[in-house]
Each structure stands twice: as structure tokens, then as C-alpha cells.
């Protein structure tokens, strides 16, 4: 198995629901390292750079307004297949769609307002790693 790095986002819906903790608390459990971690607020510029593959989808707009609408925290997580495994502990995108103690069945409101966001594969993570962290910015870990 694979040891690698994977972007997570703890989005503003979870942050207005005070889960931080227990979003990191069943990432720690699950066996991943968080390597990387800053809360801040995307402008709405940043987000539309974030969230560019989605430019013509028609909730574009929205994700953006939702995703600038408050803080976030995001984090640079590292393990055994931390791309796959972070995604099995957020769940479907769907809240409703989502197995049964998934964070996102857990928290999750809707599609739109589903707490976290995660990397789907590697050369993702590589990209939306760097556009959250600089070099020095993951702890006692080399630089992708």
C-alpha cells in the first residue's frame, strides 16, 4: 500500500456546526496523520481558482458563494492510501446517498452543505495541496 498525501477541507457548514474536532478526532482515528492544518477564508476569487474544473456546471456559482461564505480549515493528511481512506470516511457526496457513520451521513445536510471535501486521486491531491500550502507548511514532512 501506498503512503501518500490528500487534501481535506472541513467546509464552512462545518464549521457554523462546531465539528472540527470530530472531524479531526475520526481522521486520527481512522490512522492518517494531519501534516498540514490552517483555517481561513476563501474570497470568492479563491474559490472560483479551487473550484475552476467545475467553471461551466450550473452549481458553480453556488459552490463558490457557499464555499467564501465563511471560514474553512484546511488540511494536508498523509497515510496508507490517504486518498481512498479519506474518502471512505467522508462518504458519497450525497449525504442521503452516504453509508451509515460517514462524516457526511453523520453532518451532512445536502449535496450542496456536506461538511468536508476531499482529493480523488493523486495528481489531484498534488494540486490542491499546493494551492492551500507553501513549501515549509507541512510539518517535519518533505515537500511534495
Given amino acids: 500500500m501506498a503512503n501518500e498525501k490528500t ?78 481512506r479519506w474518502r471512505d470516511m467522508m462518504g458519497a457526496t450525497d449525504p442521503e446517498k452516504a453509508a451509515e457513520g460517514t462524516i457526511r451521513k453523520d453532518f451532512g445536510s445536502s449535496i450542496e452543505r456536506n461538511v468536508t471535501h476531499g482529493s480523488d486521486a493523486s495528481d489531484t491531491a498534488k494540486l490542491e495541496i499546493v494551492y492551500f500550502f507553501e513549501s515549509g507548511e507541512l510539518v517535519n514532512y518533505e515537500w511534495i
Fill in 7 to 84: 487534501l481535506a477541507i472541513i467546509k464552512p457548514d462545518a464549521l457554523e456546526k462546531g465539528i472540527i474536532g470530530e472531524i479531526c478526532k475520526r481522521i486520527e482515528e481512522g490512522g492518517m496523520k494531519i501534516v498540514g492544518m490552517k483555517m481561513l477564508q476563501m474570497t470568492p476569487k479563491k474559490a472560483e481558482g479551487f473550484y475552476a474544473v467545475h467553471q461551466s456546471k450550473p452549481f458553480f456559482a453556488g459552490l463558490v458563494k457557499f464555499m467564501s461564505s465563511g471560514p474553512t480549515v484546511v488540511m494536508c493528511l498523509e497515510g496508507e492510501n490517504a486518498i481512498k
